[in-house]
C-alpha cells in the first residue's frame, strides 16, 4: 500500500521560505508513469493546485504561484520538496502531497497533510 | 482561463436522500480528466470518480459520474451518515482547476 507523509516546520515566517518534504513509501517514487503533486487548503477555503512534477524532473506550476514555488523529487530517498518562497499570511494552509495518476489527472493516494501557519 | 462551477454551493439533506451536484466549466473540456473528490475536516481529499464516469478502487456504486463538454454531475444515490462531506470537482486546462466545492450536510 503505497503510503505518503509530509513534513515541515509547522510555523514560518512572513517573507520567508517554506520546505515541505514528502516522504513515499510502498511504491517507487521514480515510477516513469506516475507524477506527483501538491495540493493546499487554505482555512475556510477549497483545495488549490499547487504544482506537480515527475520523476524526469518535469514540472507543472500553477500560474497563480509560478515565479515563488520550485518543486524537487530526491528518488533515492523517495523524498518530494516543495520550496514556496515570499511567504505571506495568505499561504496559511494544510499542504498535501499526493500520487498523480497519470499526468495532471488525479490523485489517488494522498498524504494526511500538514499545517502550515505563517505568522510572526 | 476555464473556470469551473459548482452548483449548488451547499445541500441539506437526511441519510437516504440522493444528491447531485454539479459542475459546469465556462468551455467545453475534455472528460477525459474530470475528476470528483470527498473532503471531510480533519482528512485528505479522496478520490471519487476520475475520467467524469469511473469509479475510483473501493468507491460503492452509490456514487456515479455524467456528463460531457461543460456539465458533469456527481450523484450519490443514497446518502450514507459517512457521505456528508463537501465534493470538489476538478479538471486540468493548462493548469489543474478545483471546482469551488458543495458541501453535503444534514
Known amino acids: ?120 | 482561463e476555464v473556470v469551473l462551477t459548482q452548483s449548488p454551493g451547499s445541500l441539506s439533506l437526511s441519510p437516504g436522500d440522493r444528491a447531485t451536484v454539479s459542475c459546469r466549466a465556462s468551455q467545453s473540456v475534455s472528460s477525459s480528466n474530470l475528476a470528483w473528490y470527498q473532503h471531510k475536516p480533519g482528512q485528505a481529499p479522496r478520490l471519487l470518480i476520475y475520467a467524469a464516469s469511473s469509479r475510483a478502487s473501493g468507491i460503492p456504486d452509490r456514487f456515479s459520474g455524467s456528463g460531457s463538454g461543460t456539465d458533469f454531475t456527481l450523484t450519490i444515490s443514497r446518502l450514507e451518515p459517512g457521505d456528508f462531506a463537501v465534493y470538489y470537482c476538478t479538471q486540468y486546462v493548462n493548469s489543474l482547476i478545483f471546482g469551488p466545492g458543495t458541501k453535503v450536510d444534514i
Not at chain 1, 501538491?38 to 509560478?66: C, D, F, N, V
Not at chain 1, 516543495?82 to 493516494?109: H, I, M, P, Q
Open chain 1, 1 to 120: 500500500q503505497l503510503q505518503l507523509q509530509e513534513s515541515g516546520p509547522g510555523v514560518v515566517k512572513p517573507s520567508e521560505t517554506l520546505s515541505l518534504t514528502c516522504t513515499v513509501s510502498g511504491g517507487p517514487i521514480s515510477s516513469t508513469y506516475y507524477f506527483w503533486g501538491w495540493i493546499r487548503q487554505s482555512p475556510g477555503k477549497g483545495l488549490e493546485w499547487i504544482a506537480t512534477i515527475h520523476s524526469s524532473g518535469t514540472t507543472y506550476y500553477s500560474p497563480s504561484l509560478m515565479g515563488r514555488v520550485s518543486l524537487s523529487i530526491d528518488a533515492p530517498k523517495s523524498q518530494l520538496s516543495l520550496s514556496l518562497r515570499s511567504l505571506t499570511a495568505a499561504d496559511t494552509a494544510v499542504y498535501y502531497c499526493a500520487r498523480d495518476e497519470g499526468k495532471n489527472t488525479w490523485f489517488y493516494y494522498w498524504g494526511p497533510g500538514t499545517l502550515v501557519t505563517v505568522s510572526s
